[in-house]
């Protein structure tokens, strides 16, 4: 069966106005977070102490989480968990569930200090999920 061009082009507009918009990382966020497949990016690496406003967004191809933690320790070296987790000892800000192409806002307020953003997916961390993140 042949459908006429009119009718497919309408069809094509149609399903492509019921995809998902992407989400885009608000404006007004003092750290925009990047959470790519085994990467984290951080549009700064250090911020003022006081109330602080996260836009993180998952720009990658599977479900991520975003974990904000302070801490003494090097970014890459949190101890883990026997399920492939980094430990929480420290636990500040959570988001159990980004999925793709999700935006989430998270807002902390942060005393100074040295922290670590990280996805705690089963194995992320380990796979590079991470970066520091100094607040003054």
Known sequence: MRLPLGLLLGLAV???ACAPAAENIPADVDVAVHMQD????????????????????NEGNMEHSFELIKTD???D??????DAKAKEDG???????????????V??????GKYVVLCNVAGHYQLGMRAALTVQ
């Open 14 to 16: 149609t399903v492509a």
């Open 38 to 57: 085994y990467r984290v990016l951080l549009s700064t690496a250090t911020v003022k102490a006081g109330t602080v406003r996260f836009g993180v967004k």
């Open 91 to 105: 636990l500040v800000k959570q988001v159990k569930s980004l999925p793709v192409g999700k935006v989430s806002v």
């Open 107 to 112: 807002t902390a307020d942060l005393a100074a």
């Open 73 to 75: 320790l090097p970014f």
């Open 77 to 82: 070296q949190l101890p883990t968990t026997g």
